[in-house]
């Protein structure tokens, strides 16, 4: 425990270091965002290094202590620099005019703080089992700590061989023997994400109070509630992607030409969409459209536009690949493809092998699950249905919220008139360019999946932001209440599920890993070390055992029905499942059933017939 | 900043003015909004069942 802690801390520290040494002087809300890109690039960092190191065959495997060392050393590094550089610091930002914050905003952020505090209080005890996360996202790290390697195949399945920042931070947790807080690697980047909010709002609205707002709205998004307590990973790259806007737009304000260094606000820029880009091969798209917008802003607004451009292209592209270019150096070297295992396919020529982004990404998929044809899509903010969703539909991938449908649409439709209004102001247009592109990718190429487009859904809100100011400048009693309302509501319907959870861990008390995954505590008893076959998808993650020691094979990278050859290839030792896996796994001639027993849901009372056969292998 | 000079100069940056009667008539068109959700989404309906069904397993307890 006391080396995970201090591994985070010393990464908070060197972020601090660098920000104070890089950014003295600059406005407070800037020093956040780059405070939290520089601490989780100090947290990727050792991981990649230490990885890289093993595949390199320069150690055995990548273990904890050679992590804290790599830590150490970073620290070092950066306290030297402190202590190398540092100047006395004068204070420019001078003293912040006060800020009388509106009653109902304050009582708004206290809303919102309390559904968190109550999504804190359910998660941070608890363990994660959102479907994607206890299925695949939780596993990878797990096999990383138990195999000590980080390598991949051409025949790796895809979910085991992406690029995975958010799950390298999980993976220091996992490496430090802990399970539970694991939901906390979402909450930095959260912080990175309402600091970014609130600048890009504060820069359009020019209002600190419909800044703040904006928050507001933002922490309202069911999607983003119940990614901050959960194992997926697109609340992490969205938090940086929206951090590069922040400080791209902050790099723009700055001019080469009047003495003022633009490299520093472009290099964190590059930084914080590369944390974004080794997260999720989704955000290679929004990446590639900010790093292009500012590339051509910067040549635009330059005397020397192809020298600007061509130095800010390489400014970004290298803190770009600073956090990122792990993954893809690691694809590239161990299966040929740097996008593995993504399959890139041009005019029917197969440019890159691998899996067609439409076999991840299925067509369609949007459609009869969140809305019944893409005209749906109008009115989902005031629908939000989800076929098959959980309590109250709200989850990590569905949802806008009260606050969203009662102001976003109208502030967009603002927004559009006001740079209809102002048509040679080109921050507006260059934000509305930004918005209708981002909404293209997510229509197009990532077939509306809710959650993949969430950076259209941030802008959205960010583009709120005149439209609240207008509105809330004369202070009217109506609008802060109805602001106050909706935010009210939609915190009470996120924060139900959560309160009911831990509601029934009090009534039923359930505390056990066990008890809260729901499996045969037989499962805890098995040898450590031990390779588990999971045909519980939503209960992959449970399988490794409260001692985090079963290393788990999710029955996906089967590819198809299991087989003598499968349990040899994958070295299985015990296959779990249920009734409906009986059939599959009785087909096979090395198995032994040794335990099939009724296990009881303690909650809904229906009980389950879970079987665990051991394999015997002959290898 | 108090209000009036926030007011100000917001209408002195982004070049705008609005009318308390627009204010009033954007605020109306937000709050119907607000109706036109509360009418309509699921997660509103599913959360009042999810309370309703709270309330009558607490009353039977």
Not at chain 1, 77 to 82: F, I, K
Not at chain 1, 380 to 394: A, N, V
Not at chain 1, 575 to 598: D, N, P, S, W
Not at chain 1, 608 to 613: G, I, P
């Amino acid at each position: 425990m006391l080396l995970v802690v201090a591994y985070f801390a010393a990464a908070i520290w060197t972020g601090l270091i660098l920000t104070r040494l890089l950014f003295a002087g600059e406005p407070r809300r800037y020093r956040l965002i780059v405070l939290v890109v520089l601490a989780q690039t100090a947290v990727l960092l050792p991981v990649h290094a230490v990885a890289a190191m093993e595949l390199a065959g320069l150690i055995d495997r990548v273990d904890s202590v050679y992590l804290a060392v790599a830590q150490g050393l970073i620290l070092c590094v950066a306290l030297a620099c402190h202590r190398l550089y540092a100047r006395p610091q004068i204070d420019t930002e001078g003293h912040a005019m006060p800020w009388n914050c509106p009653w109902f905003l304050r009582l708004a952020s206290v809303a919102v703080g309390g559904a968190y505090l109550v999504g804190a209080a359910n998660a941070l005890p608890g363990y994660i089992r959102e479907f994607d996360a206890a299925r695949y996202h939780l596993l990878l790290p797990l096999r990383w700590t138990i195999d000590g390697s980080f390598s991949i195949s051409s025949t790796t399945d895809w979910r085991m061989s992406m690029p995975a920042n958010a799950e390298a931070s999980m993976f220091v947790i996992f490496a430090g023997g802990f399970e539970h807080f694991l939901s906390v690697v979402q909450w930095g980047p959260l912080f990175g994400l309402t600091a970014a909010v609130y600048c890009l709002a504060l820069s359009l609205s020019k209002s600190r109070d419909a800044a703040w707002m904006c928050v507001v709205v933002l922490l309202t998004i069911p999607i983003i509630f119940f990614q901050s307590f959960s194992g997926y990973v697109d609340l992490f790259a969205l938090s940086f992607i929206v951090a590069a806007m922040a400080l791209g737009e902050r790099s723009l304000e700055h001019s080469d030409e009047a003495g003022e260094s633009t490299w520093r606000w472009l290099a964190m820029a590059g930084l914080a969409c590369g944390i974004a880009i080794g997260t999720k091969h989704v955000y290679l798209a929004f990446g590639a459209l900010l790093g292009l917008g500012l590339v051509i802003l910067h040549a635009r607004k330059s005397l020397r536009p192809l020298a600007v451009g061509t130095w800010a292209a390489v400014t970004l592209l290298f803190g770009i690949a600073i956090p990122s270019a792990f993954w893809y150096l690691r694809a590239a070297l161990l299966t040929g493809n740097p996008l593995h295992p993504l399959g890139v396919t041009i005019g029917g020529y197969e440019l890159l092998d691998g899996v067609a982004p439409s076999k991840i990404n299925q067509l369609n998929w949007a459609i009869g699950r969140w809305v019944g044809s893409e005209a749906g899509w109008l009115v989902y903010p005031w629908l939000e249905y989800q076929s098959g969703g959980r309590m109250t539909r709200y989850s990590v991938d569905s949802g806008l919220g009260a606050v969203v449908a009662t102001f976003v649409p109208l502030g967009v439709l603002f927004f559009v008139w006001l740079a209809w209004r102002r048509r040679t102001d080109g921050t507006l247009w260059f934000w509305l360019a930004m918005w209708v592109s981002c909404g293209l990718i997510w229509w197009y190429p990532l077939h509306q999946t809710l959650r993949f487009g969430l950076v259209f859904v941030v802008l959205s809100v960010v583009m709120t932001a005149p439209f609240l100011a207008a509105l809330s400048a004369a202070g009217g009693w109506l609008f802060g209440g109805l602001f106050l309302a909706s935010t009210v509501v939609a915190c009470s319907i996120v924060a139900l599920e959560p309160a009911s959870s831990i509601a029934s861990r009090f009534i039923f008390d359930l505390w056990s890993r066990p008890q809260i995954y729901r499996y045969p505590p037989v499962i805890d008893d098995l040898p450590g070390g031990a390779t588990i076959l999971s045909f519980e998808a939503t209960r992959n993650m449970a399988m490794a055992g409260s001692r985090l020691n079963h290393r788990v094979v999710g029955s996906f990278e089967l590819h198809g029905r299991p087989t003598d050859e499968h349990l040899r290839q994958h070295r299985i030792d015990y296959i779990v499942g249920r009734r409906r896996h009986v059939e599959r796994v009785e087909r096979l001639t090395t198995v032994e059933l040794i335990y099939r027993e009724k296990f009881v849901d303690p909650i809904s009372g229906g009980s389950e017939l879970w079987s665990l056969w051991k394999v015997n292998r002959d290898d | 900043m108090d209000r009036c000079a926030e007011l100000d100069q917001y209408r002195v940056e982004m070049d705008v003015e609005i009318s308390a009667r627009w204010r009033l008539r954007l605020t109306i068109l937000a709050a119907l909004s607000l109706a036109a959700w509360m009418l309509c989404s699921y997660p509103m309906a599913e959360s009042l069942i999810v309370i309703e069904r709270i309330v009558a397993r607490l009353a039977n307890l």
